[in-house]
C-alpha cells in the first residue's frame, strides 16, 4: 500500500531554485531510508540524495553537493529535494525512492546509490533548467 508521489518540478533558469516534494502514503519514517535520483536521456540513473527517515545522515553526488538539500516533515509524511544553484546539466527526470528495511549507517554510506536498496519508487517529476 505504499505510494510515493513526486512534486514541485517544472521548467528554470540556471542559476535558479526548486523544490521538490515527495509524499508518501503507507509509509512511515522511521528507521528507514528514502532517496532522490534522476535520469537525464541517454544516462544512466543516478542517485542524487539519501536521507535517514528517522533524521540525521544524509549522503549527496559529488555533483550537487552544496547546491541540493535533502530534508523531511514527519508530520506531513513527507521527503523535500530543495535545488539551488540550478544547472544545465541538472535538467532530468527525478524520482523518489524508499526503502522498507533498516540498514547500518557504515553499509549505507557506501551502498546508498544501489538502486535495489529500494522498494518504492514514485513515477518522477521532470526538472528542465535552461542556460
Known amino acids: 500500500q505504499v505510494q510515493l508521489v513526486e512534486s514541485g518540478g517544472g521548467s528554470v533558469q540556471a542559476g535558479g531554485s526548486l523544490r521538490l516534494s515527495c509524499a508518501a502514503s503507507?509509509?512511515?519514517?522511521?528507521?528507514?531510508?528514502m532517496g532522490w535520483f534522476r535520469q537525464a536521456p541517454g544516462k544512466e540513473r543516478e542517485g542524487v540524495a539519501t536521507?535517514?527517515?528517522?533524521?540525521?545522515?544524509?549522503y549527496y553526488a559529488d555533483s550537487v553537493k552544496g547546491r541540493f538539500t535533502i530534508s523531511r516533515d514527519v508530520a506531513k509524511n513527507t521527503m523535500y529535494l530543495e535545488m539551488n544553484s540550478l544547472k544545465p546539466e541538472d535538467t532530468a527526470m527525478y524520482y523518489c525512492?524508499?526503502?522498507?528495511?533498516?540498514?547500518?549507517?557504515?553499509?549505507?554510506?557506501?551502498?546508498?546509490?544501489?538502486?535495489?536498496?529500494?522498494?518504492?519508487w514514485g513515477q518522477g517529476t521532470q526538472v528542465t533548467v535552461s542556460s
Open positions: 525512492a524508499a526503502t522498507a528495511l533498516t540498514y547500518g549507517d557504515t553499509y549505507w554510506s557506501l551502498k546508498w546509490t544501489q538502486e535495489n536498496n529500494y522498494n518504492y
Open positions: 503507507g509509509y512511515t519514517f522511521s528507521n528507514t531510508y
Open positions: 536521507r535517514y527517515t528517522g533524521g540525521g545522515s544524509t
